[in-house]
């Protein structure tokens, strides 16, 4: 168990039975009156935001997740299909995906979360690459500054296209890196 000053952003802690991830932290008081911890949290099962104020000396169970390396497969409506190195299927719903939705893509690897045995959610690598299957082209003239456009990028869903905002010189077709964590645009990949 872990006093909650020692909870951190990204830490996975126990809150009435319930897993939740600690997505922002506040912090009020002096070292007279005490700390208070004020976190905004998510549920891990059910996706449901939660915020909730804590003693510094509050005590939690800090949760350590299972993962495992896996590769999209297909979606099976409502569900998305996930399969390990072992061909063993992980079928994880639409709402515990969030993000990663934006740019799952047949074939692609990526770490299913576990929690009690069961998949819940999936982590991406920190960068990927897409193509860029639609962006307005660049209009003359408009270039003072840090200008952007909006560009779509592929992914397996089609319901589900991302957009990104992309630099003016960037085009269709052209291969591009992606932040999955901020959702930015990184630079042009070039073969």
């Given at each position: 168990m872990k006093p909650a000053k020692e909870i951190r952003?990204?830490?996975?802690?126990?809150?009435?039975?319930?897993?939740?991830i600690v997505l922002r932290s506040d912090v009020n008081g002096s070292s007279r009156t005490g700390f208070t911890y004020k976190w905004k949290m998510k549920n891990l099962l059910t996706n449901a935001p939660f915020e909730s104020v804590f003693r510094g000396d509050d005590k939690f169970d800090?949760?350590?997740?299972?993962?495992k390396p896996v590769t999209y497969s297909y979606?099976?409506?409502p569900l998305y299909v996930f399969m390990d190195a072992d061909y063993e299927q992980y079928e994880i719903e639409e709402e515990n995906l969030g993000d990663a939705l934006n740019y799952l893509k047949d074939g692609m690897e990526c770490e299913a979360v576990f929690y009690d045995g069961k998949a819940i959610s999936v982590e991406l690598p920190t960068?990927?690459?897409?193509?860029?299957?639609?962006?307005?082209?660049?209009?003359?003239?408009?270039?003072s500054g840090n200008v952007t456009k909006e560009a779509k990028i592929e992914n397996?869903?089609?319901?589900?296209?991302?957009?990104?905002?992309?630099?003016?010189f960037v085009s269709q077709d052209d291969v591009v890196e992606i932040d999955t964590r901020?959702?930015?645009f990184k630079k042009v990949v070039r073969n």
């Open positions: 952003v990204g830490n996975i802690i126990m809150v009435d039975a319930k897993p939740f800090v949760v350590v997740l299972d993962k979606f099976a409506d960068t990927i690459q897409r193509q860029i299957i639609y962006s307005e082209p660049a209009v003359k003239g408009n270039t397996a869903i089609e319901s589900k296209q991302f957009t990104i905002q992309v630099p003016l901020t959702n930015e």
